[in-house]
């Protein structure tokens, strides 16, 4: 089983896969005039102001901006968490509020895989009931499946020797790694990442970082990740900032 993590060691500093000139850009997940407005009894945030942003198939995206000016509003309603209180969001050109709500918790399920800053792990589960708890809610994927495709994502992410560990007995940089393992076993065409080294130091960081742009780069995933970090940030392909819930650049 190929461990995508040491494939990218060979290769330091690698960035993120280059879109050849031939190819078409295919847009995968398309904003258009994206408003987020929160409403509480004492003040109105917007959060997001008439944001149009288009991801194409295979991009590595990050975005960067201060605290508070809506990324991950941004990412939560581009991984259909949450609705806008305006404009409409495509994905694969068709607007969202066309499919029926059956084809849209298929899409949440299949199509986008999630990786946030504080790993979201079971602490009570093992490294690979975690992996492949998602799955149990997939219609069709057998036990023997799950449990192949977990053992699959754990080799890919270099924790094929950790299954049987719990949460507790990993690195931050380990348990960042099973989150990615189960977002990677439910075989999304799309990545969404909250700050995904915000909790780690820079030495584990850089082992996060090296594994997205490795997805990216051999097995073709879209990724968009938010961070803080610049120097990440420009490892990625297109690096988009905010501010006050506006892209400025
Ligand atoms: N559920 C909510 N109710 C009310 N206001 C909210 C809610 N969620 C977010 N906000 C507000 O919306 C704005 C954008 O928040 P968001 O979390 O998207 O920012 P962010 O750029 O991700 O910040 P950070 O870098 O600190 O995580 C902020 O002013 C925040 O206070």
Same mark, same amino acid.
């Given at each position: 089983?190929?461990?995508?993590? $040491? ?23 398309? =904003? ?12 109105? $945030? ?33 991984? =259909? ?39 979201? =792990? ?40 950790? $299954? ?32 995904? $080294? ?14 997205? =742009? ?36």
């Amino acid at each position: 089983m190929e461990n995508i993590l $040491t494939q990218s060691v060979v290769r330091p500093q690698v960035t993120a896969a280059t879109v050849t000139a031939s190819a078409q850009p295919q847009p995968v997940i398309q =904003l258009r005039d994206i408003e987020k407005v929160y409403q509480t009894k004492t003040i109105e $945030t917007v959060a997001l102001n008439r944001v149009n942003l288009t991801i194409n198939k295979g991009e590595f995206v990050s975005i960067m901006g201060p605290s508070g000016c809506g990324k991950s509003t941004l990412l939560s309603i581009m991984g =259909l968490l949450d609705e806008p209180t305006a404009g409409v969001i495509e994905l694969d050109g068709r607007p969202v509020q066309s499919y029926s709500d059956k084809e849209l918790a298929s899409l949440r399920n299949h199509k986008i895989g999630f990786v946030f800053q504080s790993y979201h =792990l079971i602490n009570d589960l093992s490294v690979l009931d975690n992996v492949e708890l998602p799955l149990l809610y997939r219609p069709g994927v057998s036990g023997k499946e799950r449990r192949a495709r977990a053992y699959a994502a754990l080799e890919k992410v270099g924790l094929g020797a950790r $299954t049987h560990h719990f949460p507790s007995q990993l690195s931050g940089g380990q348990r960042q790694r099973v989150a990615i393992a189960r977002a990677l076993a439910g075989r999304p065409e799309i990545i969404l990442a909250d700050e995904p $080294t915000g909790n780690l130091d820079s030495v584990m960081g850089e082992e996060i970082m090296e594994l997205l =742009l490795s997805l990216n780069r051999e097995e073709g995933t879209t990724i968009v990740m938010v961070t803080h970090d610049e120097q990440q940030g420009r490892r990625t392909q297109r690096l988009i900032r905010f501010f006050d819930g506006s892209q400025v650049q």
